[in-house]
């Protein structure tokens, strides 16, 4: 398993918003609505933790 910064996902939704994903494998999925509901559980919506829509 990886671990730090290699360890995360980075996806965006359709409507642009950013996610960071704790999964293992993603399967090549390259969009936040490709992700199971299990899978989703492990994202963060990166725009609630650093407060603004763009930083």
Not at 16 to 30: L, M
């Given at each position: 398993m990886k671990s730090g910064y290699?360890?995360?996902t980075w996806?965006?939704?359709k409507d642009g918003k950013e996610?960071?994903?704790t999964i293992d494998d993603h399967d090549g999925k390259?969009?936040?609505e490709q992700l199971t509901?299990?899978?989703k559980k492990h994202c963060s919506n990166v725009n609630e933790i650093v407060g603004?829509?763009?930083w």
């Amino acid at each position: 398993m990886k671990s730090g910064y290699d360890s995360l996902t980075w996806l965006n939704d359709k409507d642009g918003k950013e996610y960071v994903c704790t999964i293992d494998d993603h399967d090549g999925k390259n969009s936040f609505e490709q992700l199971t509901d299990e899978e989703k559980k492990h994202c963060s919506n990166v725009n609630e933790i650093v407060g603004t829509e763009r930083w």
